[in-house]
């Protein structure tokens, strides 16, 4: 008899705590960009507040689909979504940091950041138009460095990802005829070159081949030292890819609520901008009040404690500027007091 | 009479539906999947056709306009070389182990086969990434193609740059993960040759070779050719040790060391990321024709391996 109630009694008790528990967890599920990120700001918020924040990094379609369902809390997507798509679903969206794409290749002799492109050569080589490292349209940008004879091989993405979205939407803005013949996506039909799975694939390609070329995620590039050239921006300023210049794309770019900050952060117009960013958003449910409030809740205490953590891991942190538009649309949504 | 004996036994009829409930739930699982994958693609079937989807080449996202052939082609050229590459080393395997390797060495080699097919696929792509296509690319590719570079036809399979990314490194890790199935179905149909008819051979004179050609491969060939059709259905449906090496590369090409694309490559590299429904159905649709694929070879090995155990087994 004593053994049943004491039984019961840890049961009951399991239920209640395993309750407590339910309204202090906050379940999110997407893009694999910012898992990292999203996993050790929710470490440090954990510590602070005792809120648990589940992320599972299923895929910027699948945290679409799942937050469409209702099935988490928030969802998170590397694409921009349309703002009548968002209204379809019934979804809120905001940006939650910035990333970027860079172009790197393997030249002998030239160091990194010493090959200077623009969008149109970037583009013809992607094309194939370019084959030749010697070509006139890539050695008048590049008078100061010796390129080799060597043929130029493309590599890029075969695996469908956000990286390749933003490389192509670039390209499509910049170059009437990728957009003709190619396109924008996750996905797409390169008209050259080899493809690798992964960033990881990317790279590991281009330091085998020499005379390659290819693209890699910002973090990716910096992290593993790989060769990354300058990128001539809007403004017509050669730049670098490094914090500054993706802060500056975020700060110029025109993220505007109205559109619930729809925006490819492709050819950003400021003089020291990176020409290939993009942010990565935050879908909340519309209804849902209770609950967003408890995930801007974290935002906004990420926002306000986590750039340091961002940095750490090579993500960029929205400027301040952008940070208090983001908390102008909460209001305005009711999920900030 | 003692079937009637065992069902009026309340213990046995229950053991005796719950065994049975449990294999008719293999035919619901099998039912249910061919139930998913056609209602999922049922758009893609809608749109593209089955004729037209199987023939076409074409597969842009983009322009959401998909089509099988590429991915057909590379699963079953990645297939066929692997079976090219590992059957004549698993039959070797086999016939080491059954007839010439001492006793003491037959536990090692079998205990080894048997762990080359306990190792996740996932590890033979890692390994397959960085090392062994660094390995072809440096060493094994540019000489093939200097041998071949002058022979007609043949120098057509070795074009291009050996990058190690290609239909050849992705045949040869795929020969080396059904090397242990085919070698242990060969050695047990070399195992079913009976022990009289061998030793009558070596009695008249026969030599170890003469044994293997003539009296234990012709016992044993339809086994053996059952045994290879089972490590085909297990080639067709490899993903991960492929997806490194392969490079997702949706074209025809002739040259071996080219990247191409299989339908489980297609799927584990762009499923994550299919964002809108006829891409994602499409998918599906590759899906059901490797189901279908599979279903056939399986099924040709099993009328094989049936024949040959009844000429055999008597």
């Not at chain 1, 593993?224 to 210049?245: H, I, M, R, T």
């Not at chain 2, 322009?63 to 057909?72: R, S, V």
């Not at chain 2, 590379?74 to 692997?82: C, M, R, Y």
Request: aromatic share 10%; hydrophobic share 45%.
């Amino acid at each position: 008899m004593k053994t049943i109630l004491v039984t019961v009694l840890v049961a009951v008790l399991v239920i209640t705590l395993a309750q407590v528990e339910a309204s202090q967890l906050l379940n999110g599920a997407g893009a694999t960009f910012p898992y990292p990120l999203y996993s050790a700001w929710a470490y440090d918020y954990n510590k602070v507040t005792g809120v648990q924040l589940n992320y599972q990094s299923i895929g910027s379609g699948g945290g679409v689909k799942q937050i469409t369902a209702r099935t988490v809390h928030f969802g998170a997507s590397d694409d921009p979504m349309k703002p009548e798509d968002q209204a379809k679903a019934k979804l809120l969206q905001f940006p939650a940091v910035i990333g970027g794409v860079v172009p790197v290749a393997n030249l002998e002799n030239v160091k990194p950041g010493q090959l200077r492109l623009d969008a149109d050569t970037l583009c013809k080589i992607f094309l194939g138009d370019i084959k030749k490292w010697s070509d006139p349209r890539i050695t008048k940008a590049n008078a100061g460095i010796k390129l080799p004879d060597g043929e130029i091989t493309v590599v890029y993405r075969s695996d469908g990802s956000g990286t390749t979205a933003i490389f192509t939407n670039y390209l499509a803005e910049t170059c009437p005829s990728w957009k003709e013949k190619v396109g924008a996506g996750k996905a797409v039909k390169f008209p050259v070159g080899i493809g690798g799975k992964g960033n990881e694939g990317v790279a590991n390609y281009i330091k085998r081949k020499a005379n390659s070329i290819g693209y890699v995620e910002f973090a990716y590039a910096k992290q593993n030292k790989l060769d990354y050239a300058q990128l001539k921006n809007k403004a017509g300023n050669f730049v670098e890819p490094g914090f500054a210049s993706f802060e500056d794309a975020a700060e110029t770019g025109d993220f505007d609520a109205k559109k619930g900050f729809y925006l490819w952060l492709t050819n950003a117009p400021g003089k020291q901008s990176w020409p290939i960013a993009g942010a990565t958003f935050i879908l909340l449910a519309q209804e849902k009040t209770d609950v967003n409030k408890k995930t801007v809740k974290f935002f906004d205490w990420a926002f306000k404690n986590g750039d340091n953590k961002a940095k750490e891991l090579v993500y960029v942190p929205l400027p301040k500027s952008l940070k208090d538009k983001v908390r102008a649309y909460w209001k305005a949504n009711g999920m900030q007091q | 009479m003692a079937i009637t004996l065992k069902r009026k036994n309340p213990v046995d009829l229950i053991f005796s539906s719950i065994t049975g409930l449990a294999s008719l739930s293999v035919i619901l699982f099998i039912i249910g999947i061919m139930y998913v994958l056609v209602s999922e693609s049922s758009l893609a079937i809608e749109r593209f056709g089955i004729l037209k989807f199987l023939s076409s080449t074409e597969w842009n996202p983009v322009k959401e306009d998909f089509g099988a052939l590429t991915n057909i082609y590379g699963t079953v050229l990645t297939t066929v070389l692997s079976l090219l590459f590992a059957i004549p080393v698993a039959v070797g395997i086999a016939i080491f182990v059954t007839e010439i390797a001492p006793n003491f060495l037959k536990g090692p080699i079998g205990v080894a086969i048997e762990l080359l097919a306990a190792i996740p696929s996932i590890i033979y792509g890692m390994w397959g990434l960085f090392t062994l296509s660094p390995i072809m690319s440096n060493y094994i590719e540019p000489v093939l193609k200097k041998f071949t570079a002058n022979i007609p036809l043949i120098n057509i399979l070795f074009q291009g740059t050996p990058m190690g990314i290609d239909i050849l490194t992705a045949s040869v890790i795929l020969s080396i993960m059904i090397i242990p199935f085919t070698a242990s179905i060969a050695r047990d149909s070399f195992n079913l040759t009976p022990a009289v008819v061998k030793e009558s051979a070596y009695a008249i004179g026969a030599t170890q070779w003469e044994v293997v050609k003539n009296v234990v491969l012709p016992y044993s060939k339809l086994g053996v050719f059952g045994g290879s059709v089972l490590s085909l259905g297990r080639a067709l449906g490899e993903t991960m040790a492929v997806a490194f090496v392969l490079g997702n590369n949706h074209r025809i090409t002739t040259s071996l060391l080219d990247a191409a694309a299989t339908i489980t490559v297609t799927l584990a590299n762009e499923f994550a990321e299919a964002d809108n429904d006829v891409y994602l159905s499409s998918l599906f649709y590759l899906a059901l024709v490797l189901f279908v694929m599979s279903f056939i070879t399986l099924a040709i090995a099993k009328f094989f391996l049936l024949r040959a155990e009844r000429k055999y087994s008597r």
